[in-house]
């Protein structure tokens, strides 16, 4: 099966502009996560969909991040405008969603963001 | 979600068992023993889970002790290719808005020829 997609893979701004990344999950995978990994840390949680409908956005700092999934399959995360700390890989992830106990959540390979 | 102690890093020989420890003291009965790994310039892949009972699959056996306060993720023949960030992370069984992933900082395991 393919895997989560996700584009582009490097980005490069200045800070206070705008960046957008995009994701296709697996086909028929229901939930789809996004996930910020500074250098030297693990991934963190930013934003959980299910279907269309946000679950946990409790770690997204909203005054400069959005995300939606308007059609309860690809995604697309905004920044606007970003800072020298937004510097970080952005992945996405997908799994089948609630129902299906356990299911293994499956990466992207990640958008990597540099700020200048 | 309990937390993991892991060692930061760890070698091992080409060929031999790698066997990577995780501690999670503070597990409770309906937190799963997760690993996922994370090779340079990649995002993290999924390699095993369990919840009391040793589990084995084509990628790497999970070892968890009878008291479930900590477990050893082995790959019975490691090689060069499975050096990577290997991550131990528990969390409750599957339910809408429990799924999230908390990650630590991991053991960087290099394979060494």
């Known amino acids: 099966e393919a895997g989560v997609a996700q584009s582009p893979r490097y980005k490069i701004i200045e800070k206070r502009q705008s960046v957008a990344f995009w994701c296709n999950p697996i086909?028929?995978?229901?939930?789809l996560y996004w996930y910020q990994q500074i250098l030297g840390q693990g991934p963190k949680l930013l934003i959980q969909?299910?279907?269309?409908?946000?679950?946990?956005d409790s770690q997204l700092p909203k005054d400069r991040f959005s995300a939606e999934r308007l059609k309860g399959v690809d995604s697309t995360l905004k920044i606007q405008p970003a800072k020298l700390e937004d510097s970080a890989v952005y992945l996405c992830?997908?799994?089948?969603?609630?129902?299906?106990?356990?299911?293994?959540?499956?990466f992207g390979d990640g958008t990597r963001l540099s700020i200048l | 979600d309990a937390k993991t102690t892991q060692p930061p890093s760890m070698d091992c020989a080409e060929g031999r068992a790698a066997n990577l420890p995780c501690n999670h003291s503070t597990i409770s009965g309906n937190e799963y023993v997760y690993w996922y790994r994370q090779i340079h310039s990649q995002g993290p892949q999924y390699i095993i889970h369990?919840?009391?009972n040793n589990e084995t699959n084509e990628m790497a056996s999970l070892i968890i002790t009878e008291d479930r306060k900590s477990s050893t993720l082995i790959l019975p023949h490691a090689t060069l290719r499975d050096t990577a960030v290997y991550y131990c992370i528990v969390r409750v069984a599957v339910e809408l808005g429990n799924e999230k992933l908390t990650f630590g900082t991991g053991t960087r395991l290099t394979i060494i020829p």
């Open positions: 369990g919840l009391k």
């Open positions: 992830a997908s799994s089948l969603g609630t129902g299906h106990s356990n299911q293994p959540q499956h």
């Open positions: 969909f299910q279907n269309n409908g946000v679950v946990d």
């Open positions: 086909s028929g995978h229901a939930t």
